[in-house]
């Protein structure tokens, strides 16, 4: 059974950093995108950050340059660093993963299996 399992998020003042980690078993891990989603209430989940066998990596274009995805496969665990973050930045964050090619990676309907959350609330 696949799980994945999101820590790392809390409070933090805008300008700070945190770093989200996201623990995958129950699967071979390889051969799979993972990705990063960020919802809001009232909003539709967005796609923040995906990667592919560290081959393939994409950010939407409001985190580009302040979020890194990145992977240690020895682990089977996959980060979200995010820096010089934003009041807009508040939300949860969901850890994804989905099997083989994906046309849009940070669309959430590509997905199949998704973590809990965890709640990252940025303050001005």
């Known amino acids: 059974q696949v799980q994945l399992d999101e820590s790392g998020g809390g409070s933090v003042q805008a300008g700070g950093s945190l770093k989200l980690a996201c623990v995958a078993s129950?699967?071979?891990?390889?051969?799979?995108?993972m990705a990063w989603f960020r919802q809001v209430p009232g909003k539709e989940r967005e796609g923040i950050a995906a990667a592919y066998n560290k081959m393939r990596i994409t950010y939407a274009d409001s985190v580009k340059g302040r979020f890194t995805i990145s992977a240690d496969n020895a682990i089977h665990t996959v980060y979200l660093e995010m820096t010089n973050l934003k009041p807009e930045d508040t939300g949860v964050y969901y850890c994804?993963?989905?099997?083989?090619?994906?046309?849009?990676?940070?669309?959430?309907?590509?997905?199949?299996?998704w973590g809990h959350g965890a709640e990252v609330t940025v303050s001005s």
């Open positions: 129950g699967y071979t891990y390889r051969g799979y995108w």
């Open positions: 994804a993963t989905s099997r083989g090619f994906l046309d849009s990676p940070l669309l959430p309907g590509e997905y199949t299996y």
